[in-house]
Nanobody
Framework: QVQLVESGGGLVQAGGSLRLSCAAS????????MGWYRQAPGKQRELVAT???????NYVDSVKGRFTISRDNAKNTVSLQMNSLKPEDTAVYYC?????????WGQGTQVTVSS
């Protein structure tokens, strides 16, 4: 079983920055592909970014050049640095862990970007 706890959401003006963090329990963090997803009101949950156990990253086109995903296997954490935020980035952001034996989600953290 893996538990994920997100933190760092909040309200920010357009052009500002936020850093989301996700703390994972369990001893298999280092082999998990970690990801951040988001869900805006009335929309489906979408992938934002992923990072493999080896550190390879992948981003949705809309956040490329603005967001950076990183992980610290020693601390069992994954982070999402979000710069140049736009109102359309407003959503609940979810941390995700993909392991050979299951997929796990955090409870989500709200990010609101005002124009």
């Amino acid at each position: 079983q893996v538990q994920l706890v997100e933190s760092g959401g909040g309200l920010v003006q357009a052009g500002g920055s936020l850093r989301l963090s996700c703390a994972a329990s369990g001893s298999r963090f280092s082999i998990a592909t970690m990801g951040w997803y988001r869900q805006a009101p009335g929309k489906q949950r979408e992938l934002v970014a992923t990072i493999s156990p080896g550190g390879n990253t992948n981003y949705v086109d809309s956040v490329k050049g603005r967001f950076t995903i990183s992980r610290d296997n020693a601390k069992n954490t994954v982070s999402l640095q979000m710069n140049s935020l736009k109102p359309e980035d407003t959503a609940v952001y979810y941390c995700n862990a993909a392991l050979p034996y299951g997929i796990y989600w955090g409870q989500g953290t709200q990010v609101t970007v005002s124009s």
